[in-house]
């Protein structure tokens, strides 16, 4: 069984509840600077720490499961759109 599943905590490592609460501070964080900025933003993090970020962010389920994938020293662009009056906002990666 993986770690996560069992709910404990690596010897020396951070708790599942307070990694899930560093990475919704994250999703709050961009949240804020995307409603405000105007320009691009630049985000580097971990992969583990960016997928559990970005689930929050665009309103996912946050699961154990990878949803995205990023490749070691990646870059990866997100863009916002809306579709107006039905379909609300959709982030594209």
Do not use: W
Not at 60 to 65: A, H, I, Q, T, Y
């Amino acid at each position: 069984a993986r770690l996560a599943a069992t709910g404990r905590t690596a010897p020396g490592g951070e708790p599942r509840a307070a990694f899930l609460g560093r990475a919704g501070e994250v999703a709050k964080r961009l949240a804020d600077e995307i409603a405000v900025a105007g320009d691009p933003l630049l985000v580097v993090s971990h992969g583990g720490l960016l997928n559990y970020a970005l689930q929050q962010l665009f309103g996912l389920p946050v699961r154990d499961e990878v949803p995205f994938g990023f490749d070691h020293c990646g870059v990866v662009r997100i863009v916002g759109y809306r579709e107006e009056p039905d379909f609300g906002g959709f982030p594209m990666l």
